[in-house]
T-cell receptor, first 112, second 113 residues
Framework: AQSVTQPDIHITVSEGASLELRCNYS??????LFWYVQSPGQGLQLLLK??????LVQGIKGFEAEFKRSQSSFNLRKPSVHWSDAAEYFC??????????FGAGTILRVKS | GAGVSQSPRYKVAKRGQDVALRCDPI?????LFWYQQALGQGPEFLTY????????KSGLPSDRFFAERPEGSVSTLKIQRTQQEDSAVYLC???????????FGPGTRLTVL
């Protein structure tokens, strides 16, 4: 069965530091992969997606992610974090039968 | 419209009451999804529509949950005889085609007392 693992429940980084959020997936075919961000009381906003082609994908707000098939990973990165990046980040795989499977999320805290 | 909208944003129900949650998808989007997000968890799939047809309802946790989309646009998720374990944020998403990016609404936070 398909699944997504986000090993880090919480991550704290200093403003201006680099960021990497980990995501590992289990999926039976070539995956469609997504990163969403959720601020408190808000819905999910799409940061970026991978469907095919170049394994390094660029998203909004300066985020990027790299698809590594051999490691079943799709880690999210940002070279310099801003205080406004504090939120919860979700990795998702799919659609499998047109449904997305989400990880449990990683809460990012940014300290000044 | 500009995005997916959901109403109400917050709903408090007494255990045993019925509730109805509404989703207005992005205009022209044929696919509509409902997800349930419990506190501290990622969203979990409930059901999926393509136009007015409910193609997948495998995620509905019990027969107390019912969803409809009679005219292929607005959808309603109904929960009968609410229980405390139904407390969660209910998210609606729409997409242009079944395999395209899903765009999410702000969610309805349901609290069952």
């Amino acid at each position: 069965a398909q699944s997504v693992t986000q090993p880090d429940i919480h991550i704290t980084v200093s403003e201006g530091a680099s960021l990497e959020l980990r995501c590992n997936y289990s999926y039976g075919a070539t995956p469609y992969l997504f990163w969403y961000v959720q601020s408190p009381g808000q819905g999910l906003q799409l940061l970026l997606k991978y469907f095919s082609g170049d394994t390094l994908v660029q998203g909004i707000k300066g985020f990027e992610a790299e698809f590594k098939r051999s490691q079943s990973s799709f880690n999210l990165r940002k070279p310099s974090v801003h205080w406004s990046d504090a939120a919860e980040y979700f990795c998702a795989v799919g659609p499998y039968g047109n449904k997305l499977v989400f990880g449990a999320g990683t809460i990012l805290r940014v300290k000044s | 419209g500009a995005g997916v909208s959901q109403s109400p944003r917050y709903k408090v129900a007494k255990r045993g009451q019925d509730v109805a949650l509404r989703c207005d998808p992005i205009s022209g989007h044929v696919s509509l999804f409902w997800y349930q997000q419990a506190l501290g968890q990622g969203p979990e799939f409930l059901t999926y529509f393509q136009n007015e047809a409910q193609l997948d309802k495998s995620g509905l946790p019990s027969d107390r949950f019912f969803a409809e989309r009679p005219e292929g646009s607005v959808s309603t998720l109904k929960i009968q005889r609410t229980q405390q374990e139904d407390s969660a944020v209910y998210l609606c998403a729409s997409s242009n085609r079944g395999r395209d990016t899903q765009y999410f609404g702000p969610g309805t936070r349901l609290t069952v007392l």
